[in-house]
């Protein structure tokens, strides 16, 4: 009897305490989110090794941080020929130790990132064989020719204005999910602005494409899998079709104090929404490693990401609602920050007393109190303090 009265007592605990957004609404989670907690900083990962697979001390150490993750594009790539594979590889890796985690399949709807069995034929090799592949690639309206990205590695660009290419690439990014037996999918260059690379006079047309390339692939790899959209949190048609959203930090533009603010907003409108938020960052002073190409030297970076996180850490513990989720490295190579041990994301956090306050109406400090920890930070400045108790 006093087990089962305390089962009561915990089930009616939980019922009692719903994770709240900063509003005081009450989040409206699904069965198939990864499971949340404010416990210690809750994290996500999403790295690749164009090389190789995990190892299993790797996959380990992951998942002790997290039950959150995506395998980047190009991984495992050289060993195994398709990054569809080496995302298998990781999901049954880490299902194994950690039955619950998710673990998601990445793909892009922009660039033809010729890794995976779906877009390996999108080489000049592969066109030069199968010419009906360039009616799937976007032409340069200068040139005549298709569009082409060269560095840091050779690709092509899709044609989301074509409605075939949009069939296609759905039952492509659907069939990744099935194969690889991944948690759902994350989806690159979601972002649909002037200065996303799109043709200046069509970014409308661009935009409800991408919303018609969503809802096929939601419909396609069901209710129960995740669909996280890089970027996208302000693309009204691809807005419905997602469950998690990406703020990637890639320029100084995105990390300005006004886009910081405004951000903060967005990820409290998402969490209204029921929908999930990741803010990543990433430590400055990198060399040019790439994730297509494979790491390169990284020297003194360890040193800089650690020197930097509290101020980036408390951006994120600002805006930070339920289901929020901090990435943070220095780029999406396996060995760029990804297998580094940060104390601070391990230290008991709590859930948010209250939402952040600004000190003054005009000014660029907030603080926010946590159960167990204080957060300041000015973006103008870029200068933070996390008090620890």
């Not at 957004?21 to 809750?42: A, N, R």
């Not at 996959?59 to 039950?67: C, E, N, P, Y």
């Not at 101020?311 to 600002?318: E, G, K, N």
Request: charge should be positive; hydrophobic fraction near 35%.
């Amino acid at each position: 009897m006093l087990g089962l009265a305390t089962l009561s007592f915990c089930t009616y605990a939980q019922k009692k305490s719903p994770l709240l957004v900063s509003d005081g609404t009450i989040f409206k989670s699904k069965t198939f989110f990864p499971k949340f907690s404010w416990s210690t900083t809750p994290m996500y990962y999403h790295f690749g090794d164009i090389n190789r697979v995990l190892k299993p001390e790797e996959v380990k150490f992951i998942a002790d941080r997290t039950d959150f993750i995506c395998i980047e594009k190009s991984h495992a790539f050289n060993e195994l020929g398709d990054a569809v594979l080496g995302t298998k590889q990781e999901v049954g890796a880490f299902h194994k130790i950690k039955p619950d985690a998710k673990v998601l399949f990445y793909y892009n709807s922009y660039v033809a990132w010729p890794f995976t069995r779906f877009n390996k034929e999108f080489t000049p090799e592969g066109i030069e064989k199968n010419k009906e592949l360039k009616k799937f690639l976007e032409i340069n309206p200068k040139t005549g020719e298709l569009t082409t990205k060269l560095k840091p590695n050779f690709s092509y660009y899709f044609d989301a204005l074509n409605p075939d290419f949009r069939k296609w690439w759905a039952e492509s990014a659907a069939e990744g999910v099935k194969v690889s037996g991944a948690d759902g999918i994350f989806i690159d260059r979601m972002n649909v602005d002037e200065k996303s690379g799109y043709p200046q006079d069509k970014l409308a047309e661009v935009s409800k494409a991408k919303g018609e390339m969503m809802a096929a692939l939601k419909q396609k790899i069901g209710p129960d899998k995740i669909l996280i959209g890089n970027n996208a949190a302000n693309n009204k048609d691809v807005f419905p079709s997602c469950d998690a959203f990406m703020f990637e930090h890639y320029n100084e533009i995105v990390t300005s104090k006004e886009n910081l603010l405004k951000e903060w907003g967005d990820m409290l409108r998402i969490a209204k929404a029921g929908k999930m938020t990741i803010y990543r960052f990433g430590a400055k002073g990198k060399g040019p490693t790439d994730i297509t190409v494979g790491a390169t030297k990284t020297d003194g970076m360890v040193k800089r990401s650690k020197d930097q996180l509290e101020y980036y850490l408390s951006c994120f513990l600002i805006g930070a609602q339920p289901y929020s989720y901090l990435q943070w490295n220095w780029g999406w190579n396996l060995e760029d920050g990804n297998l580094i041990r940060y104390p601070e994301l391990q230290k008991p956090l709590g859930a948010p007393k209250a939402a952040f306050k600004r000190v003054t109406p005009d000014g660029w400090e907030f603080t926010r109190e946590f159960e167990h920890a204080h957060v300041w930070v000015n973006t103008e400045t870029r200068k933070a303090k996390i008090t620890w108790n």
